[in-house]
């Protein structure tokens, strides 16, 4: 079998913090911490519940919908075993 030469894998380990030091250099100052600037803070978090649905936006004001969200991640991790054995089967 042979080894990819794509992706973060196959780079060296200093390519790869080349990379990840232009990733923080590529937000501005002003913007990089919450924690410098609650006002921006508030305002992306403003945001972000903007875009959900209001009906599922809220754990703490609807259990149901919590313990929903609850079994659908635990059916997915597990699912991760039902995949491995597919693949086993199908080789």
């Given at each position: 079998?042979?080894?990819?030469?794509?992706?973060?894998?196959?780079?060296?380990?200093?390519?790869?913090?080349?990379?990840?030091?232009?990733?923080?250099?590529?937000?501005?100052?002003?913007?990089?911490?919450?924690?410098?600037?609650?006002?921006?803070a508030a305002a992306a978090g403003r945001k972000g519940g903007q875009s959900v649905d209001p009906a599922k936006r809220s754990f703490s004001l609807n259990h149901d919908l919590a313990a929903e969200a609850g079994r659908k991640g635990g059916h997915a991790s597990h699912d991760q075993s039902r995949k491995k054995d597919n693949i086993e089967a199908a080789e």
């Open positions: 079998m042979a080894t990819s030469t794509r992706g973060f894998a196959s780079m060296s380990p200093e390519k790869r913090r080349e990379i990840a030091r232009k990733g923080g250099a590529s937000v501005p100052s002003s913007k990089r911490s919450f924690t410098q600037n609650p006002a921006l």
